[in-house]
């Protein structure tokens, strides 16, 4: 499973790439580039038979590749990573739920809208840049209107978009939760959980029987508690 929960992923940032005309493909690796090294630049699906690390080290201080590697927990990759110079940044958590008929939520989320014009998708990325703290680019957004396999949300309260969130359905069939955030002013409200379920009942309408998504040490206690399950972790590496 754990490989399925980091495919996702992987997929969603390579549709990214693809819409946006950003993605590169290799024997060595993937990687996305986005404009201002803004979300999602990775380096990803990293193949440790055939990688340079010092050739990789090159280019990215020659900032020909972003400086962000992604990889799923593999102590022979990352120690190739560490005694190559690239420390440690990340470590979150991968996360499954299978998905049952009958936990199925029959609630209509007045309060979710989806993104599915130019002004939704600016809101997006502003709300996704303020939840998150890194860069997301209108026009990253923008290029992902309507695609058949992603949908993106916002959420409103007390009349203003404060959260996000965004759901993948993958060559697998499963269905992946992507850039659940809030706004910070408006976070502790439940607002991120009214999103989850707005897409877990998209899940549903995909036709899929396992929802999967990477989540930091705060989501995980809440992902627990939704009856998620853990599944491997991503670690993430830059210089």
Not at 21 to 40: A, F, I
Not at 143 to 159: C, D, P, T, V
Request: charged share 20%.
């Amino acid at each position: 499973m754990k490989n399925y929960i980091i495919n996702n992923l992987f997929e969603l940032w390579e549709h990214i790439g693809e819409r946006t005309n950003s993605l590169v493909k290799g024997n060595q690796y993937n990687y996305v580039k986005s404009g201002n090294d803004s979300w999602p630049s990775k380096v990803f699906r990293l193949n440790e038979s055939e990688v340079d690390f010092s050739e990789l080290r090159s280019k990215i201080n020659s900032n020909i590749l972003p400086n962000a590697i992604s990889i799923a927990d593999d102590k022979t990759v990352e120690s190739s990573l560490q005694r190559n110079g690239f420390p440690l940044r990340y470590d979150v958590a991968g996360m499954y739920l299978d998905l049952k008929e009958e936990n199925k939520l029959a609630q209509k989320f007045p309060s979710i809208v989806p993104v599915n014009n130019n002004q939704t998708a600016e809101m997006f990325a502003k709300i996704a840049s303020l939840s998150f703290g890194y860069e997301v680019l209108s026009d990253t957004i923008i290029a992902l209107l309507n695609s058949s396999i992603l949908k993106l949300f916002i959420g409103e309260y007390e009349g203003e978009f404060v959260s996000c969130g965004l759901i993948l359905l993958d060559s697998n069939g499963i269905s992946g939760l992507h850039m659940i955030g809030t706004i910070p002013k408006y976070q502790g409200l439940g607002l991120g959980r009214i999103m989850t379920d707005k897409l877990l009942s998209e899940a549903y309408e995909n036709g899929s029987t396992q929802v999967v998504l990477v989540a930091s040490t705060a989501g995980e206690r809440i992902y627990t508690k939704l009856s998620f399950t853990h599944q491997g972790r991503m670690k993430g590496y830059s210089i």
